[in-house]
């Protein structure tokens, strides 16, 4: 098992930055790719940005491309998403996400994805 905890949301106006961080314990040496997800109230959940520790690629949501930035250290065990000129529309509980597959084209797919934190918020005020 996986546990992934998420933090660093919050409420920032637009055109603001946050980061967000998240944290794995347990089996991690069984991830092959971690991502971010993010969930508006009302809307389904969508994907916002995925990393390969093993082939040490990146991929992003059109709607995040270039503004977003997703990083982090597999030997730490940690995830971050560096989120600039946040827009009103990027309000949303952001939840962490783990895959013990192998990379492939399924990034996008929640059910990919095979451990999830509990979520953090992000408000972006206009």
């Known amino acids: 098992q996986v546990q992934l905890v998420e933090s660093g949301g919050g409420l920032v106006q637009a055109g603001g930055s946050l980061m967000l961080s998240c944290v794995a314990s347990?089996?991690?040496?069984?991830?092959?790719?971690m991502g971010w997800f993010r969930q508006a109230p009302g809307k389904e959940r969508e994907f916002v940005a995925a990393?390969?520790?093993?082939?040490?690629?990146?991929r992003y949501a059109d709607s995040v491309k270039g503004r977003f930035t997703i990083s982090g250290d597999h030997a730490k065990n940690t995830l971050h998403l560096q989120m600039n000129t946040l827009k009103s529309r990027d309000t949303a509980v952001y939840y962490c996400?783990?895959?013990?597959?192998?990379?492939?084209?399924?990034?996008?797919?929640?059910?990919?994805?095979?451990?999830w934190g509990q979520g953090t918020q992000v408000t972006v005020s206009s």
């Open positions: 347990g089996r991690t040496f069984n991830n092959y790719a």
């Open positions: 996400a783990a895959a013990r597959s192998p990379w492939n084209s399924d990034y996008e797919d929640s059910n990919y994805y095979d451990y």
């Open positions: 990393i390969s520790w093993v082939r040490a690629r990146t």
